[in-house]
């Protein structure tokens, strides 16, 4: 079955610093991955989505990376600031069902990873 | 444009009983799922669908009923509430598939 493992379950770093994270997989090949934000006590917040055809994507301070050969995608956040602490979550779409022929925007998340920016 | 909301916020059961979580969303959008989300284990499909009157089963599915009459309105059911459904239950949606999603705020599940 599919397996999305995202590096460590909290990464606390100085603010200014670039913070990355992880999202490895394993048993399938995605057509697309995303990086969402969760603030505590609330829904999930999309920030990037990257197709299996491009390497990187870019937003504001945000780059997010994928490596369909490694099966690895990288979240990075350059120029950290307190309130980017929050939970970020790796998701991926779903293996396609046999008897439906497309994965119909079904996803995947990891357990996320909790970022914590100190002044 | 309200986005995605979701009722209750906050709601306890007892073993047994039976309600509905509602989720309608007002940016006209085709693809709506439900998840479920445990400590420890990241967010889970439960049911989705791609349109009024289609409906499919995610991850885990069992023990809840979905329906989908309308655009807007996407509606879950427990049949028979059971300790193991304590959970924070989301909502989502999104124009089509593999696009981004848009979640409601959430409702959080106790079953006693």
């Known amino acids: 079955s599919q397996k999305i493992e995202q590096n460590s379950e909290a990464l606390n770093i100085q603010e200014g610093k670039t913070a990355t994270l992880t999202c490895n997989y394993t048993n399938y090949s995605p057509a697309y991955l995303q990086w969402y934000r969760q603030d505590p006590g609330r829904g999930p917040v999309f920030l990037l989505l990257i197709r299996e055809n491009e390497k990187e994507k870019r937003k504001e301070r945000l780059k997010v990376t994928f490596d369909t050969t490694l099966k690895q995608s990288l979240f990075h956040i350059t120029a950290s600031q307190p309130a980017d602490s929050a939970t970020y979550l790796c998701a991926l779409d779903m293996p396609p069902r046999a008897d439906r022929g497309s994965t119909l925007g079904r996803l995947y998340f990891g357990r996320g990873t909790q970022l914590t920016v100190w002044p | ?112």
């Open chain 2, 1 to 112: 444009n309200a986005g995605v909301t979701q009722t209750p916020k906050f709601q306890v059961l007892k073993t047994g009983q039976s309600m509905t979580l509602q989720c309608a969303q007002d940016m006209n959008h085709e693809y709506m799922s439900w998840y479920r989300q445990d400590p420890g284990m990241g967010l889970r499909l439960i049911h989705y669908s791609v349109g009024a009157g289609i409906t499919d089963q995610g991850e885990v599915p069992n023990g809840y009923n979905v329906s989908r009459s309308t655009t807007e309105d996407f509606p879950l059911r427990l049949l028979s509430a059971a300790p193991s459904q304590t959970s924070v239950y989301f909502c989502a949606s999104s124009y089509q598939g593999g696009i981004e999603q848009y979640f409601g705020p959430g409702t959080r599940l106790t079953v006693t």
